[in-house]
């Protein structure tokens, strides 16, 4: 159940905050900051410019091919999900602009670099949908803090070189 309210003064809504967990996706209803802390996952983060809304994704690995294994910690499956959850809402793919975040590589912690395929899969998908594209902050070797206001598009990130642990999965109450 959301937290939404109307400022007193000016009646414009007030949001309220949703946690966007790894392997998840939401598509906002009503204004809403979501926020998520990303290493070398990725969020994708949709906007439908006409109608003022907008969804986002968190996933953790690029691609999946298995059917009967998809799910959403995936990037084909996870963007792919987020797009269609748009378009059965009404918003149409020209309408449509995506901010893509995360995708870090820290040598010390991995050989691989799983940020980077993920950062790749995003793009793909958006490309070969001709989704726009109109900002990204990826890659690198720092974790990101991401919090995205739907109604206006707006996006804040914090770069961090070191997260407490209750910024991961399973938060705890010092967030």
Known sequence: MQNYSMNEQDSSPILSDYLLKPGFIYL???????????G????VC????KQKIGGMNHFQFSEIREKDKS?????????????????????????LEAQIFGGAHNPL?????VGINNINTAR???????????????????????????????????KVKKLRQ?????YKSDR
């Not at 902050?137 to 991401?146: N, Y």
């Not at 209750?166 to 399973?170: F, R, T």
């Open 40 to 43: 070398s996952s990725v969020s």
């Open 109 to 113: 912690v991995s050989d691989i670099n």
């Open 166 to 170: 209750s910024d991961w999965y399973p």
């Open 124 to 158: 793909l998908i958006l490309n070969s949908r001709k989704i726009k594209i109109v900002s990204e902050d990826v890659g690198g070797e720092v974790g990101r803090k991401i919090i995205f206001n739907t109604s206006t598009c707006e996006i804040a990130v914090l």
């Open 28 to 38: 906002a209803d009503k204004p809403v900051s979501i926020s998520t802390v990303l």
């Open 71 to 95: 799910t959403p910690i995936y990037g084909n499956v996870a963007t792919l999900t987020l797009i269609r959850m748009m378009l059965l809402n009404g918003s149409k793919d020209r309408h």
């Open 46 to 49: 949709l906007f439908d410019k």
